[in-house]
C-alpha cells in the first residue's frame, strides 16, 4: 500500500509540473473560467475517440487494460515533459547557431526535425521498453498499433491541454478543427509507425528483418512527424511575415490542410496491416484450436465464434442483455481463455522461452479454467430457463 502511494503523489507531483510548466497556469488566469472549461474538456474528444477505436480494433487478444493505462501514462506524464525539456533545449541552439538573416525555411526546417525527432524518440521508447520487458503481450502488428495509440493519445492529450489553455479566445474554431477534426489521431499514427514495425518482428525469425525493420519504422515516424510539422511552422512563419496579405493567408491555410495528406496515407497503410494481422489472429485461432474440438475442450460453436469477433461480440452483448453483467463476464472470460490457449500453443510453435506470460501456466490450466467458466455458464441458463417455464 506504501508503494501504491507513493507511485499516487509521483505521479499527481508531475502532473502538477506539466501543467505548471508546459500549459501555463497564467494563460488560464487570464483568459478566465471560459478558457480553463475548455482547455480541460475539448481535449478529452480526441482521447476517447482514440481509446473507443483501440478498444474496436482490439477484437481477438486483448491487451490488459493495465498495460494500455500504463502506455496512456507514458505519454501523458513521462513522454511530455521529457520532450518538452529536450525540444525547449534544442530550440534554443538552434537559434544560437542560426544568423539573423537565415533562411525561414531552414529554422522551419531544423524546428520541425527537432519535434519530430525528439518527441518519437521519447514515445518510442516507451515501445520499446514494453516490447523488451514484457514481450509476452507484444504478439503482433495489432499490439503494437494499439499500445502506439494509447502513448499517442496520452501525449496529445496533455499537448491540447496546452493550444487550448493559451489560444482560446484567438483561435478557438481553428483549434477545434485543426486539433480534434482533422489531427486528433497526429501523434497515434506517427507512433504507430513505429509499433507496427515492432509487432511485424514476432513474426520473423530473420535476425536482420527483426533490427532493420524496426529502425524504418522508427525512421518513418520521424521524417513523418518532422514534416508535418516543419509545414505547420513554415506556414504560420509566412502569416506572421506578411500578416496583412490574404493571398499568403490562403496559400497557409492551403498548406496546412494539405499536412494531413502524409498522415491520412499513413493510416491506411496502417489499417491495411492491422487488417491482415487480425486475418493472422484468427488463423492462430483456426490451427491451434482445432484439436481442441477434437478433444472436447471447445464446442464447434465456440470454435467457429471466435475466429468471427462481431459474432463472438454480438454473442456477449445477448449474454448481458439476457443474463446480467455477471454472467457477460463469464462468457467474455471463456472466450479470452480459449483464445489464450490458441495463442499460448502458438508461442510454442514459435520457440518462445519459458519466461513468456503464456507458457507460465501449462496448458491443461487453460483447459481447466475453460470447463470451469462453460460449467458455470451453463448452470446460470438453465437455471433462467426453469426459471421461465414456472413462470
Known sequence: MAAVGLGILVICALITLILNSFIGINALTQNGASSLLAAL??????????????????R????????????????????????????????????????????????????????????ETVK??????????????????TDGIVYSAMIGAGFALVENFSYFASGYRNSLVFLIIYRVVLGWLGHPTFTACFGSMLGYTRHTRSRW????????????????????DFVDIQ?????????????VAMLALVAIICDYIPPFIAQMLLLYLLIRSLAQEAAIIREFLASEVSNGVVTVDEYALLQHSFQR???????????????????????????????RKWHVSMGDGQKNGYLRQPEDVYRERIRRLRQEIRAVEEQARAKERRT
Open 41 to 58: 474538456t475539448i481535449p478529452l474528444i480526441p482521447a476517447l475517440g482514440t481509446l473507443l477505436l483501440v478498444n474496436f480494433i482490439d
Open 60 to 119: 481477438f487478444e486483448r491487451e490488459p487494460w493495465y498495460l494500455r493505462l500504463a502506455t496512456f501514462l507514458w505519454g501523458m506524464v513521462i513522454a511530455i515533459p521529457t520532450a518538452f525539456f529536450i525540444e525547449r533545449f534544442i530550440d534554443s541552439v538552434i537559434m544560437n547557431l542560426l544568423e539573423p538573416g537565415a533562411s525561414t525555411i531552414l529554422r522551419s526546417a531544423l524546428q520541425g526535425l527537432n519535434a519530430g525527432f525528439t518527441e
Open 124 to 141: 518510442g521508447l516507451g515501445l520499446l521498453l514494453l516490447f523488451l520487458v514484457l514481450r509476452d503481450q507484444f504478439d503482433n502488428i
Open 209 to 228: 528483418q527483426q533490427v532493420i525493420t524496426p529502425l524504418l519504422g522508427y525512421i518513418m515516424a520521424v521524417m513523418l512527424h518532422s514534416f508535418f
Open 235 to 247: 506556414a504560420g512563419a509566412a502569416v506572421q511575415a506578411d500578416p496583412g496579405n490574404t493571398h
Open 313 to 343: 461480440t454480438r454473442q456477449e452483448r445477448k449474454a448481458l442483455w439476457q443474463y446480467g453483467f455477471k454472467h457477460w463476464l463469464r462468457v467474455k472470460a471463456l472466450y479470452q481463455a480459449e483464445i489464450g490457449l490458441a495463442f
